[in-house]
């Protein structure tokens, strides 16, 4: 069993930050990697940012240079810096970890129940 716990959604002016925190617990004998992902009202989830156990970064273009993810691999802890926000990054962001659990298993994908982020003045 994983459970992925995620913090930080909220309310917040156009212009402003917020930080996303999703912690994974159980038993995981590996995380490959971790991600935020985003789905919009009417529209499909999307990635937003990944960031393997190597610590390479990816972000869709819609974010590049305003959010920033990073990982604490002792906690098994993705976080997701998201400045100068604006109202088209308003969505419920999910916390992604694509991990083993014990071996032989193979790598799954696990989600969070996410966040609500909701940029408005």
């Known amino acids: 069993q994983v459970q992925l716990v995620e913090s930080g959604g909220g309310l917040v002016q156009p212009g402003g930050s917020l930080r996303l925190s999703c912690a994974a617990s159980g038993s995981i004998f590996s995380i490959n990697a971790m991600g935020w992902y985003r789905q919009a009202p009417g529209k499909q989830r999307e990635l937003v940012a990944r960031?393997?156990?190597?610590?390479?970064?990816n972000y869709v273009d819609s974010v590049k240079g305003r959010f920033t993810i990073s990982r604490d691999n002792a906690k098994n802890t993705v976080y997701l810096q998201m400045n100068s926000l604006k109202p088209e990054d308003t969505a419920v962001y999910y916390c992604?970890?694509?991990?083993?659990?014990?071996?032989?298993?193979?790598?799954?994908?696990?989600w969070g129940k996410g966040t609500l982020v909701t940029v408005s003045s």
């Open positions: 992604n970890i694509y991990a083993v659990l014990a071996l032989p298993s193979r790598a799954m994908d696990y």
């Open positions: 960031i393997t156990s190597g610590g390479s970064t």
